[in-house]
């Protein structure tokens, strides 16, 4: 008879559980499972004292872009944690974008400090959510939000099947990015009411490659995609 043993299931990533997976705290003082790119750009582990811990600074001087993955560089093909949390600290119109596997193929989930709320097409690959102007003080703040129900509110009829990474543009701070399975898992801040701004169109455009899909991006200096 094969008295062979089967090798053992490998064991879930650090801070894993039913719950929740934390994808990165900066505690192991490194950047593994990060890509950054852009003009200038670099993304830095230290400790900083506001945090009793470290942090991630992300600097550059076009456009820098730092996209996490897991450690070994796959996507995190996350389908059943849909609440994405983190701490972000900025003074400028930082973005978070989240490309997501949905049932109508690839889509980008645009978080923005800085109004692009009017780019939202329905045929559009991208879906962007304003975010409190205010988070722009230079200091700390945690934002969850359900991914699942921000898409929706922008492209009705579009299911998420698997969150694969997150990517962070423009300079600021970064800690404690994880997913969550439901929004009772995280304080959810309330809907930010559309305010109407003037755009100053810029005639400078960006060009930049996105990592997951391998596709060229361009925008202009607001960040908004062109």
Same mark, same amino acid.
């Given at each position: 008879?094969?008295?062979?043993?089967?090798?053992?299931?490998?064991?879930?990533?650090?801070?894993?559980?039913?719950?929740?997976?934390?994808?990165?705290?900066?505690?192991?003082? #490194?950047?593994?499972?990060?890509?950054?790119?852009?003009?200038?750009?670099?993304?830095?582990?230290?400790?900083?004292?506001?945090?009793? %811990?470290?942090?991630?600074?992300?600097? =550059?001087?076009?456009?820098?872009?730092?996209?996490?993955?897991?450690? #070994? %560089?796959?996507?995190?093909?996350?389908? $059943?944690?849909?609440?994405?949390?983190? #701490?972000? +600290?900025?003074? $400028?119109?930082?973005? *978070?974008?989240?490309?997501?596997?949905? &049932? /109508? =193929?690839?889509?980008?989930?645009?978080?923005?400090?800085?109004?692009?709320?009017?780019?939202?097409?329905?045929? %559009?690959?991208?879906?962007?959510?304003?975010?409190?102007?205010?988070?722009?003080?230079?200091?700390?703040?945690?934002?969850?939000?359900?991914?699942?129900?921000?898409?929706?509110?922008? /492209?009705?009829?579009?299911?998420?099947?698997?969150? +694969?990474? *997150?990517?962070?543009?423009?300079?600021?701070?970064?800690?404690?990015?994880?997913?969550?399975?439901?929004?009772?898992?995280?304080?959810?801040?309330?809907?930010?009411?559309?305010?109407?701004?003037?755009?100053?169109?810029?005639?400078?455009?960006?060009?930049?490659?996105?990592?997951?899909?391998?596709?060229?991006? &361009?925008? #202009?200096?607001?960040?908004?995609?062109?």
């Amino acid at each position: 008879p094969d008295e062979s043993i089967a090798d053992p299931l490998p064991p879930p990533p650090p801070g894993s559980s039913d719950d929740e997976t934390i994808y990165e705290d900066a505690e192991d003082g #490194d950047t593994v499972g990060w890509n950054v790119s852009g003009t200038g750009a670099s993304l830095q582990n230290i400790y900083e004292d506001a945090k009793q %811990g470290n942090v991630l600074v992300l600097s =550059g001087t076009l456009a820098p872009i730092a996209e996490l993955k897991n450690k #070994d %560089g796959t996507n995190w093909a996350n389908s $059943t944690q849909k609440v994405l949390s983190w #701490d972000m +600290n900025t003074k $400028t119109n930082a973005q *978070v974008k989240v490309p997501l596997e949905t &049932d /109508k =193929g690839l889509k980008h989930l645009v978080y923005a400090t800085n109004d692009l709320t009017f780019s939202n097409t329905p045929d %559009g690959n991208y879906a962007y959510i304003w975010l409190d102007p205010k988070l722009k003080d230079g200091n700390w703040h945690t934002i969850a939000r359900d991914l699942q129900a921000d898409l929706s509110s922008v /492209k009705p009829g579009i299911t998420i099947n698997k969150v +694969n990474a *997150v990517q962070f543009w423009w300079p600021q701070k970064i800690d404690n990015i994880k997913l969550m399975k439901s929004s009772s898992n995280a304080t959810l801040p309330p809907p930010v009411p559309f305010e109407p701004q003037t755009v100053e169109i810029s005639k400078t455009i960006y060009h930049h490659t996105d990592h997951l899909s391998g596709s060229n991006i &361009d925008t #202009d200096e607001t960040g908004k995609v062109v």
